[in-house]
């Protein structure tokens, strides 16, 4: 499988790529310098537009619009980048939480995790935005939330802890937007990169960016490593599956906290990577608010 740069950026974070079906774009964000970045796939314009707050994930909408889970609330964005009105207030159970990996089910529902940016402490927990604008946490004692993802089939949906160096699994009821029966399903302690964003292909395995790892990994949906891509930057933070067809993952990194000598080793760091890796995946879910 061969890695290209599909978008040369220099991201300090660059995180949340989605692929809009209906456009043909590909939507990411650099959470640190915060700005929307747009990549058209067909004229292969990029262009970027300054966001206001730290920004975590973003998601899109049913009406064209995108969502934005920044520092103090979610907001609509444009489809080009211009802030909206505020869809939820930042619900700080600890006054150093902001929000980070965020993803909608097939059922319009947007799931978003929330991190303490100023310690690695678990004070993050996820929560579930609905259609109705209701938020409702689902899981607590988190460190670093990542790596939402949901099964082909509705039924199981993916969370790492960053920080803890694990991705579990939940059964996942779609009609309530009820999770159960969370159990480990892959363990990366001992290993050099950590869990952080996710993808689910069509045939339901989850490619995983291994933060610090400097590598995308398949899992197949009984945890087990059937494919490794290695990047020419150390710090992946997470894939999304775009293309006319669905059959290119892209791929978002970083380049926060490198070192000189780091940098210049990988001056490809921060970069929007584009791999054929084989296999198809799915639409992403759409915000139903």
Same mark, same amino acid.
């Given at each position: 499988?061969?890695?290209?740069?599909?978008?040369?950026?220099?991201?300090? +974070?660059?995180?949340?790529?989605?692929?809009?079906?209906?456009?043909?774009?590909?939507?990411?964000?650099?959470?640190?310098?915060?700005? +929307?970045?747009?990549? !058209?796939?067909?004229? %292969?314009?990029?262009?970027?537009?300054?966001?206001?707050?730290?920004?975590?994930?973003?998601?899109?909408?049913? @009406?064209?619009?995108?969502?934005?889970?920044?520092?103090?609330?979610?907001? &609509?964005?444009?489809?080009?980048?211009?802030?909206?009105?505020?869809?939820?207030?930042?619900?700080?159970?600890?006054?150093? #939480?902001?929000?980070? @990996?965020? =993803?909608?089910? *097939?059922?319009?529902?947007?799931?978003?995790?929330?991190?303490?940016?100023?310690?690695?402490?678990?004070?993050? $927990?996820?929560? *579930?935005?609905?259609?109705? %604008?209701?938020?409702?946490?689902? $899981?607590? !004692?988190?460190?670093?939330?990542?790596?939402?993802?949901?099964?082909?089939? #509705? =039924? %199981?949906?993916?969370?790492?802890?960053?920080? &803890?160096? $694990?991705?579990?699994?939940?059964?996942?009821?779609?009609?309530?937007?009820?999770?159960?029966?969370?159990?480990?399903?892959?363990?990366?302690?001992?290993?050099?990169?950590?869990?952080?964003?996710?993808?689910?292909?069509?045939?339901?395995?989850?490619?995983?960016?291994?933060?610090?790892?400097?590598?995308?990994?398949?899992?197949?949906? @009984?945890? %087990?490593? @059937?494919?490794v891509i290695e990047l020419p930057t150390s710090q992946p933070t997470c894939c999304a599956f775009g293309g006319v067809d669905l059959d290119e993952l892209y791929i978002t990194s970083a380049r926060q906290r490198l070192a000189d000598?780091?940098?210049?080793?990988?001056?490809?760091?921060?970069?929007?990577? $584009?791999?054929?890796?084989?296999?198809?995946?799915?639409?992403?879910?759409?915000?139903?608010?």
């Open positions: 499988m061969k890695v290209e740069v599909a978008v040369s950026t220099a991201s300090t +974070l660059g995180e949340s790529p989605v692929w809009c079906d209906r456009t043909r774009r590909l939507y990411w964000i650099d959470c640190r310098e915060p700005a +929307l970045h747009i990549h !058209d796939a067909v004229t %292969r314009d990029h262009r970027s537009h300054p966001l206001p707050e730290t920004t975590g994930s973003i998601c899109l909408c049913e @009406d064209g619009s995108l969502l934005a889970a920044m520092t103090t609330g979610v907001f &609509r964005l444009s489809a080009d980048g211009a802030v909206g009105e505020r869809i939820a207030t930042a619900v700080p159970n600890h006054a150093d #939480n902001r929000f980070n @990996d965020g =993803r909608c089910d *097939r059922a319009g529902r947007f799931f978003v995790g929330t991190m303490n940016d100023r310690q690695r402490i678990p004070t993050g $927990v996820l929560w *579930r935005l609905g259609p109705q %604008r209701d938020f409702t946490a689902l $899981v607590d !004692d988190l460190i670093v939330p990542n790596s939402l993802a949901f099964s082909p089939d #509705n =039924r %199981r949906m993916y969370l790492s802890d960053t920080h &803890r160096h $694990v991705i579990h699994a939940f059964d996942y009821d779609i009609d309530a937007g009820a999770l159960s029966n969370r159990r480990l399903f892959a363990d990366l302690n001992g290993a050099a990169g950590r869990p952080d964003g996710s993808a689910i292909d069509s045939e339901g395995c989850l490619w995983n960016a291994e933060y610090a790892g400097g590598r995308v990994v398949r899992y197949t949906p @009984d945890g %087990r490593v @059937d494919r000598e780091q940098l210049a080793a990988q001056p490809l760091a921060g970069a929007l990577f $584009v791999v054929r890796p084989g296999v198809s995946g799915l639409a992403e879910g759409r915000f139903g608010g």
